[in-house]
């Protein structure tokens, strides 16, 4: 309300004589409320979310499931204030959780390397251990799905320095010890024209395989045993377990007897997977079950 607009409603009071004075007065104390009041408003209708604003706005979508929108509150935060490292980690997590393992297209592919652009930033930025090793996971798990196995490993193992006692990234290293070994395996047989079924037999070949393949076959049994002694019910460690006393068993054609003991601790393995699995499924009913 402009000075004219008060100045031409005090005339008009003034004309009006039935209006006694202190009537007038205090209606123009009313006045001058109602333009402050107005005036503060719009200051405050005109106000631009501070970083804090966008940052708890992206909070809020987060928890709603609204990663793309999460992660719009996260970037303008940054833009607001780069320093914000929090703002970062939540949009680096933003990104992730948009990310669809296994969808090979540009668009899918550009989300992981963003996430992981984002969390490489915050690690280069002075981050506490907790924050460091919340970059460094999501960072070796993105690598792993986009089969960027050297880099998975790098991070995993950052990741059992940060934290050794997480199950899950020694399960992790133990599952690629395994893909590596079979992918030698399954080529070498492949060269030798033998199906799966067949064993290799030529004692040479055997020896070339175990060169190739006995440090991963050993390095994995050692790490998902370790995963197991942090979770002993993981079945999913049990089932690599079977696969990589298999592996060890493909290259000791030359050596019956540990062929044979190793088939067997395989076998022992598989049965452990099964009863672990049925544990697991029978246990939620076990609790809910009426007392």
């Known amino acids: 309300m402009t000075k004219d607009t008060i100045h031409q409603f005090d005339t008009g009071l003034r004309r009006r004589e039935a209006v006694p004075q202190f009537c007038y007065q205090f209606l123009q104390i009313i006045l001058l409320v109602l333009a402050f009041t107005l ?29 793309p929108g999460a992660a719009r509150h996260f970037q303008a935060a940054l833009e607001l204030n780069p320093n914000l490292k929090q703002a970062r980690l939540f949009l680096a997590t933003s990104y992730a959780q948009q990310y669809i393992a296994g969808d090979e297209s540009a668009a899918n592919v550009a989300l ?8 490489t930033k915050v690690l280069n930025d002075d981050p506490t251990e907790q924050e460091r090793y919340k970059c460094v996971v999501p ?19 950052k990741a059992v320095e940060l934290n050794p006692e997480d199950a899950h990234n020694y399960f992790m290293l133990g599952l690629m010890d395994w893909t590596e070994a079979s992918q030698v395996r399954s080529k070498t047989r492949s ?23 006995q440090k991963n076959v050993e390095d994995g049994i050692l790490r998902l045993q370790k995963a197991l002694e942090l979770q002993p019910s993981d079945s ?19 050596d019956p007897e540990a062929r044979k003991a190793d088939l067997k601790t395989a076998d022992e393995w598989v049965d452990k997977a099964v009863a ?12 809910t079950a009426p007392k």
């Open 39 to 67: 005036a503060s408003a719009s200051v405050v209708f005109a106000q631009e979310p501070t970083a804090g604003d966008e940052l708890h706005a992206g909070i809020l979508a987060y928890q709603f499931s609204d990663y």
């Open 276 to 287: 672990a699995k049925k544990g697991g499924a029978e246990k939620p009913a076990a609790d």
């Open 236 to 254: 999913d460690a049990m089932a690599y377990m079977n696969l990589l006393y298999r592996e060890r068993a493909e290259y000791e054609c030359d």
């Open 139 to 157: 960072i070796a798990s993105l690598s792993f799905n986009l089969k960027r196995f050297d880099q998975a490993r790098e991070y995993y193992r």
């Open 112 to 119: 992981a390397e963003q996430a992981m652009d984002e969390f």
């Open 191 to 213: 060269e030798m024209g033998l199906n799966e079924s067949a064993m290799i037999s030529d004692p040479a070949a055997c020896a070339a395989l175990r060169a190739k393949n």
